[in-house]
């Protein structure tokens, strides 16, 4: 089992610096990580694309996460941007939020990162987000683009406390599953760090089908 942190917890922690969330990564000798963008354009993502501040090579599974979409920007500059990162740092996945524009998911963003050897995924969304949740259309993006699937299991606790809606996000997405998010929530943030929530027991529960 590869076991490894998202750099969404460092920014929390104030770490923003690319290459000293990767000191940190070496210090705790994961094998896997997923790097967080919170932009398109930047300092961050241009010392990644030069390859001169994260060096993942030696990571057994690397993720990228992308932002949203940038409507200032042009379609083909998002693609040709993914399609960098993913060259120089061998990415294994690039995920991104499956967001609807004026009432529709931008498909053709989509099938255009996947056509230029993007290996694209999404996850199911949290409760706060107005798309990116229901099973159907989650099931008719991931097969009819052939995308892969993050499986966000404290996004599909805030749907469902049961973690029925989790298992059938599973069941319909099982062959295209790549990863999990496991993470948790407190009083105050429904992205805690999983040994600090307080609903981990119950994600735990459910695995040993207590």
Not at 92 to 109: Q, W
Not at 158 to 174: G, K
Not at 190 to 200: D, E
């Amino acid at each position: 089992m590869r076991i490894g942190p998202s750099t969404r917890w460092m920014y929390a922690s104030g770490l923003y610096l690319l290459n000293e969330q990767e000191k940190i990564l070496r210090a705790v000798k994961t094998s896997s990580v997923e790097i967080i963008l919170d932009a398109w354009e930047g300092a961050r993502i241009n010392s990644l694309r030069n390859g001169k501040a994260f060096d993942v090579a030696g990571l057994s599974y690397r993720s990228l996460h992308l932002p949203g979409l940038v409507y200032t920007l042009e379609t083909k500059d998002h693609v040709a941007t993914a399609r960098q990162l993913v060259d120089s740092h061998r990415m294994d996945t690039v995920l991104i939020h499956p967001t609807k524009v004026n009432g529709d998911y931008p498909v053709d963003f989509y099938e255009e990162l996947v056509s230029n050897g993007v290996p694209l995924a999404i996850e199911n969304m949290d409760k706060n987000k107005d798309s990116g949740f229901d099973i159907n259309e989650l099931e008719g993006l991931v097969k009819s683009i052939d995308l892969g699937f993050v499986l966000d299991v404290q996004h599909a606790y805030e749907h469902d406390i049961t973690m029925q809606y989790a298992n059938d996000l599973f069941e319909v997405s099982i062959h295209h599953l790549l990863h999990l998010h496991v993470s948790g929530e407190t009083a105050n943030s429904n992205h805690s760090l999983v040994h600090k929530s307080r609903n981990a027991m119950e994600f735990l529960k459910k695995e040993l089908g207590r």
